[in-house]
């Protein structure tokens, strides 16, 4: 008995191999070279003229058929000579899933953008190429000043109106002061693009989210506020902020604002060069002349404007301090911030 089943167990594991040499044998009596197939090319040369149109499609047919069939049932039987556990290697690892992560950029955009919806302001958005009213001439830039120029800034049409890349973001407020009701109040994040030679420090494409407030009796002492809430909420409860006097052509007045370095808590450090101040945006009281370019009466409203570079912001955030870094997209630098959402 023990015989007979170890006999009829070989049978069955013969039978895939028998059907297989079953297959082959049928494969070569009907298209081998002397198969039924074959033999009937042979005899369609004698088909009379008329009739070989029709003939010969249907065996080119024939043909097709039986040896796509063979073909198929090949397959079939191949397949079922594959032990299960070749076929499928369970125990081999999955493909590794890579976790995205967003880029600092954008975390510190998220960042400044949601500090500002808290205190109110909606977000405006408005294009990159733009021409000269948008990003100057509204802005109160004289014809004479140098970002007009080509070294400083990128033009892609010259003469009377030119077209360009803005160079900042407050060609959206011109914007949002042509279109809006008042009070505005609005930030505006985007991409801008100066005609810089890229270094550590300089990059021809950067980041920056500008704030805008136009209302009646808006007074400096509010955008002081509204600044120190800002660097509070970005850098901590105790950060101190400091205006020191600049120049802006579309603000008067205008300043350069200075959180106090939370990395030496003001005492002076490598970061902060020894002054205990970073430097973090620009601000001022809207010029009148910049409200009247955009149709608002400068008599009965006032306002407050501030800018700020988001790769700024990050490199404090971060202390990265090579801005190229931002841009190159080396995954191993992206995977250094662990901002997984
Ligand atoms: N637009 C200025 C810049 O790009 C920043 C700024 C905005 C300064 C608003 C003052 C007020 O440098």
Not at 95 to 107: F, N, T
Not at 175 to 202: H, T, Y
């Amino acid at each position: 008995m023990r015989d007979k089943i170890e006999q009829l167990l070989a049978e069955v594991e013969q039978l895939a191999a028998r059907k297989e040499q079953e297959l082959e044998e049928i494969r070569v009596r009907l298209l081998g070279k002397k198969g039924s197939i074959t033999q009937l090319f042979d005899e369609f040369r004698d088909v009379l003229p008329e009739q070989k149109r029709e003939i010969g499609q249907v065996l080119n047919k024939l043909k097709v058929a039986a040896a796509a069939k063979i073909e198929e049932l090949k397959a079939v039987i191949e397949n079922s000579m594959e032990p299960a556990d070749s076929q499928y290697d369970l125990t081999k690892p999955g493909d590794k899933m890579e976790l995205g992560a967003r880029h600092p950029i954008s975390v510190t955009r998220a960042e400044i953008i949601s500090i500002f919806n808290k205190l109110g302001y909606a977000i405006a958005e408005g294009p990159e190429i733009e021409d000269d009213w948008h990003v100057f001439g509204a802005l109160n830039f004289p014809p004479e000043h140098p970002a007009r120029d080509m070294q400083d800034t990128f033009f892609i049409t010259t003469g009377e109106n030119p077209i360009l890349l803005r160079t900042h973001t407050s060609s959206v407020q011109v914007r949002a002061m042509e279109k809006m009701k008042l009070p505005i109040r609005v930030i505006c994040p985007g991409r801008v693009f100066r005609n810089e030679a890229i270094s550590a420090r300089a990059h021809c494409i950067f980041h920056q989210v500008e704030g805008l407030y136009i209302d009646k009796k808006v007074s400096f002492a509010d955008l002081k506020q509204a600044v120190l809430l800002f660097a509070r909420e970005m850098f901590g409860e105790n950060t101190e902020i400091r205006l020191r006097p600049s120049y802006f052509p579309f603000t008067e007045p205008s300043a350069e604002v200075d959180v106090s370095c939370n990395i030496c808590k003001g005492k002076g450090c490598n970061i902060c060069k020894g002054t205990g101040w970073l430097e973090i945006m620009g601000c001022g009281m809207v010029d009148p002349a910049v409200l009247e370019a955009s149709g608002i009466d400068s008599k009965e409203y006032s306002g407050f404007a501030f800018g700020m570079g988001v790769e700024r912001i990050a490199m404090l955030k971060w202390q990265v301090k090579d801005l190229r870094l931002y841009f190159e997209n080396d995954v191993r630098f992206l995977q250094e911030f662990d901002t997984v959402v």
